[in-house]
């Protein structure tokens, strides 16, 4: 059953030369996780944001997003506060920005469950402390009586998790969860939504900038630039045959989370700013294979490429050879974050 789906969607803002999102088209089903990668600036947190219904201020917004059935663009206040108490939530990257400094975890997590579902006290601190223990953290009710500076960024980050289960939602977005934490605690992280993802059968959302976090741990994978998709495909299609340059250039620029290490190529230039646009594929400046006079005016559509969707020009006639280190042969799936497995 289909969570989340982006159909065409768009987000313009004033005095901006180029779309925050061109025509975005993406969808979570329950029970699979659904990772959206790219650099910076490529209008990925705004895409998860979009999930809430919450789209920046001024802007203009065509196209539609669908939460468990319910189109947020232009939904009334009623149904955007079904969607966001019921249906989905967000775990951000800082946790500590999440949290309110002066007040306790129990607070934190047991306010919405009193002043939105109506629980009694009691009952919103037993809730809260089975969810705190769902999250990983050792001895919940002790971690309820804390003040967040008393706790690390990764239980901190588990906190951000247990709040985000309050209101037993079917889909989590998970805007750069791991980015702040060191590479073992990303790995307790990503085992823990692993875990509630499978016991819960959620949808999750994983934002991410590294492409080698999303082929440890995601079923499908978006690619994403300038606003737009570039490429999708399931993850172990993508990780060893990638058909667009831009995800090429994300893989050899990335190093493996094991095995070997190849020699690192950067992608030259910088992202597209919102002050630029390109009347052809927005890649083409920084792409290796771009030939003047036909990508640089016009988009290339994303089109059906094999087991992938790819938006270029040239994926038929460069069939996947595009990278510059050696193809990966290892699983997509590192043992370092093994937990988010089924069957760990």
């Known amino acids: 059953m289909t969570l989340l789906a982006y159909e065409d969607l768009s987000v313009t803002l004033p005095h901006t030369a180029r779309p925050i999102l061109d025509g975005i088209g993406l969808s979570v089903s329950a029970g699979e996780t659904v990772a959206l990668v790219g650099e910076s600036g490529s209008g990925k ?45 967000m775990i951000y990257q800082d946790p500590r920005a999440a949290i309110n400094p002066v007040r306790r975890v129990g607070d934190f997590l047991t306010e919405p469950l009193r002043l939105v579902h109506g629980w009694s006290k009691d009952r919103a601190n037993a809730r809260a402390v089975e969810l705190l223990g769902a999250a990983g953290l050792p001895d919940p009710a002790r ?41 073992s605690t990303q790995a307790e992280i990503l085992a823990v939504l692993g875990r509630l993802r499978r016991e819960r059968g959620l949808g999750l959302l994983l934002i991410t900038h590294d492409i080698e976090l999303a082929a440890a741990v995601a079923d499908r994978v978006y690619v994403m630039y300038a606003g737009r998709i570039v490429e999708t495909a399931p993850v172990a299609e993508l990780f060893a045959t990638p058909r667009h340059p831009y995800t090429a250039g994300l893989l050899d620029s990335s190093p493996p989370l094991e095995g070997p290490l190849d020699r690192l190529t950067p992608i030259p230039g910088a992202p597209m700013g919102l002050r630029e646009s390109a009347p052809g594929c927005a890649f083409a400046p920084r792409c290796r294979f771009a030939e003047p006079g036909r990508c640089d005016r016009s988009a290339p559509p994303l089109l059906p490429h094999g087991p992938a969707e790819v938006a270029c020009h040239r994926a038929a006639e460069l069939d996947g050879r595009i990278r510059t280190a050696s193809p990966r042969t290892a699983s997509p799936r590192p043992a370092s974050v093994q937990p988010m497995k089924e069957g760990n």
């Open 143 to 183: 971690h309820m009586r804390q003040y967040p500076h008393e706790l690390s960024g990764g239980m901190l980050q588990r906190v951000v998790i247990a709040a985000a289960l309050t209101a037993e939602p079917r889909l989590l977005l998970c805007d750069e969860p791991t980015t702040a934490l060191d590479v």
């Open 45 to 89: 947190s705004v895409t998860a944001r979009a999930a809430l219904g919450l789209f920046p201020a001024d802007a203009e917004v065509c196209g539609r997003v669908r939460v468990d059935g319910t189109d947020l663009v232009g939904a009334d206040a009623a149904s955007l506060r079904e969607v966001r108490t019921n249906k989905a939530a």
